[in-house]
């Protein structure tokens, strides 16, 4: 396809059509990016940088557009990130902030960013992957000690 056509029609000339052609090019590129984002996440192509631990807990996620909280499951966490299930619809990019009370009376009240989405139209729910962002010192010597804790108990 050459960018500037319309419908197979050679391109015309003039100032507009190059002003449509730049906007082309930046969706494209847009879409390229958000793409690029969100394959590695799921082809199993990256290398995770932390163990995960299986979880299954209840959580809530402060909305991005609304700030509302909304329930959530999370299904397993690492230091770096988690997998949560959920009906509410977010997109890649979406910055959260992730609620989990992972016992002990120790509440961890995290930020992420969202980097992978999953549809499961069949099962009413979206599963998501998010990357911790700006986890505090002692919020992720919490975390680490949860998760060798539920790492030697499997």
Known sequence: MIIGSS??????RGSHDR?????????????????NRRQPQFAGKCKRL??????????????????????VL??????GGASLQTDAELRTG??????VDIGLATKLVVDAI?????????RFYTEYAVRFIGLTPPAR???????SVRASAS
Request: hydrophobic share 40%.
């Open 74 to 79: 999370l299904h397993d966490i690492s230091t």
């Open 94 to 99: 979406d910055d959260i902030r992730l609620h």
């Open 50 to 71: 932390s163990p995960r631990v299986v979880i299954n807990a209840r959580a809530v996620v402060v909305m991005p557009r609304t700030g509302k909280p909304h329930p």
């Open 7 to 12: 419908y197979g029609f050679p391109p015309r």
């Open 114 to 122: 969202v980097i992978g989405v999953r549809p499961r139209p069949k």
């Open 19 to 35: 002003a449509r052609d730049k906007r082309v090019g930046v969706i494209m590129q847009k879409i390229e990016v958000v793409v």
């Open 141 to 147: 010597a919490t975390l680490d000690a949860f998760i």
